[in-house]
C-alpha cells in the first residue's frame, strides 16, 4: 500500500508510522530523517536544504519534493511505502499526484489522526526530557518519573524544552491548521481519506488504523 500518514503535532504520527510499516511491510518514509540523511551524507539536496536552513528560512517545496522522490524510487519503496511529514501542503500533495501519475502509480490512502486541540496541548506540554539524554522521556500526568524532576534512567535532571511549551504548541497547531490541514480536504476530494480517533493507547490506535487501512484497501 502507498499511504500518506496526516495529523496534527502531537498525534502520535511517528510512533504509529514506525508501527504500520512494519506491520504492512513497507518502509517508514519521515520527512525529519530524510533530510537528516542528506544533510548527513552531504548529498547536493542535503547541503542545498542545509543553507536554507542555517539561514534560518524554510526549506523550499522542491527541495523537499526531490529527496521525497528519491526516497520514493528505491528498490524498498517500489511495493509501498508510509509517508510521514510529507505532503505538508496542497501543493505539495498535488506534485506527489504528479510524481506518481508519472510512474504509473497512486495512493491507496490517507490516515488522518484525530486529536482534540486540548490533548494535544497536554500531550506535548506536559513532556519532559532528561538533560543527560534526550531518549530518557517523561510526562507529567502520563509517564511520572518515580522523583520529581529527576530522570529514572540515570539520575540526569529532567526539563522542558522550549518548543514544547504550551505557547509554541499552540502557534505549531495554528501551522498546521494553515498550511496542513487543507491538504485533508484535497485528499477527501479524492476518496482517499480515513479518518481514526489517535486517543487511547498506542496499540489500540495501531489496531484500529490497520482495520481502517484494510477496509480501504478492501473496498478499492
Known amino acids: 500500500m502507498r499511504i500518506v500518514l496526516v495529523g496534527p503535532p502531537g498525534a502520535g504520527k511517528g510512533t504509529q508510522a514506525a508501527f504500520l510499516a512494519k506491520n ?3 518502509p517508514h518514509i519521515s520527512t525529519g530523517d530524510l533530510f537528516r540523511a542528506n544533510i548527513s551524507r552531504q548529498t547536493e539536496l542535503g547541503k542545498l536544504a542545509k543553507s536554507y536552513m542555517d539561514a534560518g528560512n524554510l526549506v523550499p517545496d522542491e527541495v523537499t519534493i526531490a529527496m521525497a522522490k528519491d526516497r520514493m524510487e528505491q528498490q524498498d519503496a517500489q511495493n509501498g511505502f508510509l509517508l510521514d511529514g510529507f505532503p505538508r501542503n496542497v501543493s505539495q500533495a498535488e506534485a506527489l499526484d504528479d510524481m506518481l501519475e508519472a510512474e504509473g502509480m497512486k495512493l491507496d490512502a490517507v490516515l488522518d489522526l484525530e486529536v482534540p486541540e486540548d ?9 519532559r526530557v532528561c538533560r543527560n539524554d534526550s531518549s530518557h522521556v517523561f510526562h507529567v500526568s502520563y509517564k511520572t ?3 520529581e524532576g529527576v530522570c529514572d534512567v540515570c539520575g540526569g535532571e529532567l526539563y522542558q524544552r522550549d518548543d514544547d511549551s504550551e505557547e509554541t504548541v499552540r502557534k505549531r497547531l495554528e501551522v498546521y491548521h494553515t498550511q496542513t490541514e487543507p491538504i485533508i480536504d484535497y485528499y477527501k476530494a479524492q476518496g482517499l481519506v480515513v479518518t481514526i480517533s489517535a486517543l487511547g493507547k498506542v496499540e489500540e490506535v495501531t489496531a484500529r488504523a490497520m482495520e481502517a487501512l484494510q477496509q480501504k484497501a478492501g473496498g478499492r
Do not use: F, N, T
Not at 490533548?119 to 513532556?127: L, N
Open 24 to 26: 504492512l511491510s513497507i
Open 119 to 127: 490533548e494535544v496541548v497536554k500531550r506535548i506540554a506536559g513532556r
Open 145 to 147: 518519573p518515580r522523583q
